[in-house]
C-alpha cells in the first residue's frame, strides 16, 4: 500500500502571524508521525516564515501555485527554480480555482508540470469536474481529457501525485458519495495505467472537496485513495490534527 498523503491547502488564507500560530499549535500535535506523508500549502507572502517553521518537522513545505518560466518579466508569477530555492518540496498544479478565475488550460497546467518536474520539484496534480458536467455525465471524459492534457510527454511519474477535487465538492460540505470516489479514482487509476503501465500503481491519487474530522475515515481507507488535499478544515490546527490521525481516538 502507498504511503498516505495528507495536504493542507490554505488557498488565500492566513496572515504571518496567523500561519506561525497555526504551526505552534499543529506541529507538536502531530509529532513523532511517520507512517503518513504530511503537507501544507500556505500562500507565497508566508512560504519562507513558514519553510523555517517546518525544517526538521515531519511536514512538507507545499506550494499553491508556479509559473512555466523560470525568470523573466512575467509580472506577479514566482519559478519553479525559486520555490526550489526556498526548499519547497510539492507544488499544487491546476488547482480547479486556477482553472476557473485564472483560465489555466490542460495546455498552460502542462507547461507548469514539466517546468516544474525539470526543477525537480514534486507535482500535486489537480483534476476534477463541474457539476454541470457531472450532470450531463461527462465526468470520465472531462477527467480523461484532464488527464491526458495535464500530463503530455511526462515522464516522471515518481514525483507525481494526482489530486481528483470535484469542482461541486469544494468548500460546498458537499461531499462525493464513497460510490463516486471509488469510480472515479478506479477510473483515473486505469487511465494512468494506460499511460505509464504498472509503474501507475505507484501514483498517489488524492480526494479533496469537503474533507473535515468527521468523513476523513470513510474516505482515505477507500480502494485507491492514498490522501487528501483540505481546503476549509487544514485552516484550524485541531481540525487538520484530527484528520492526519484519522485513525486515532
Ligand atoms: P475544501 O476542503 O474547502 O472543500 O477545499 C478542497 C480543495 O479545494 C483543496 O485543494
Not at 490542460?106 to 516544474?116: G, R
Amino acid at each position: 500500500m502507498l504511503q498516505k498523503f495528507i495536504v493542507a491547502n490554505w488557498k488565500m488564507n492566513k496572515t504571518i502571524g496567523e500561519a506561525v500560530d497555526f504551526l505552534s499549535q499543529f506541529i507538536p500535535s502531530v509529532e513523532g508521525i511517520k507512517d503518513r506523508e504530511i503537507g501544507i500549502a500556505p500562500t507565497f507572502l508566508c512560504i519562507e516564515t513558514v519553510g523555517k517553521a517546518l525544517k526538521n518537522t515531519n511536514i512538507k513545505l507545499c506550494a499553491q501555485n508556479v509559473f512555466y518560466e523560470n525568470k523573466g518579466a512575467y509580472t506577479g508569477e514566482v519559478s519553479p527554480s525559486m520555490l526550489k530555492d526556498a526548499e519547497v518540496e510539492y507544488v499544487i498544479i491546476g488547482h480547479s480555482e486556477r482553472r476557473k478565475y485564472f483560465h489555466e488550460t490542460d495546455e498552460i497546467i502542462n507547461k507548469k508540470i514539466h517546468a516544474s518536474l525539470k526543477e525537480k520539484l514534486k507535482v500535486i496534480f489537480c483534476i476534477g469536474e463541474t457539476l454541470e458536467e457531472r450532470k450531463l455525465e461527462k465526468t470520465k471524459e472531462i477527467l480523461e481529457i484532464q488527464i491526458k492534457g495535464g500530463l503530455k510527454n511526462i515522464e516522471h511519474v515518481e514525483a507525481l501525485t494526482i489530486a481528483y477535487e470535484p469542482v461541486w465538492a469544494i468548500g460546498t460540505g458537499v461531499v462525493a458519495t464513497e460510490e463516486q470516489i471509488k469510480e472515479a479514482h478506479l477510473f483515473i487509476r486505469e487511465k494512468l495505467r494506460d499511460i505509464y503501465g504498472e509503474i501507475a500503481n505507484e501514483i498517489r491519487i488524492l480526494y479533496g472537496g469537503s474533507v473535515s474530522p468527521e468523513n476523513i475515515k470513510s474516505i482515505i481507507t477507500l480502494d485507491n485513495v492514498d490522501g487528501v488535499l483540505v481546503g476549509g478544515a487544514s485552516l484550524d490546527p485541531l481540525s487538520f490534527a484530527k484528520i492526519v490521525k484519522y485513525d486515532q481516538k
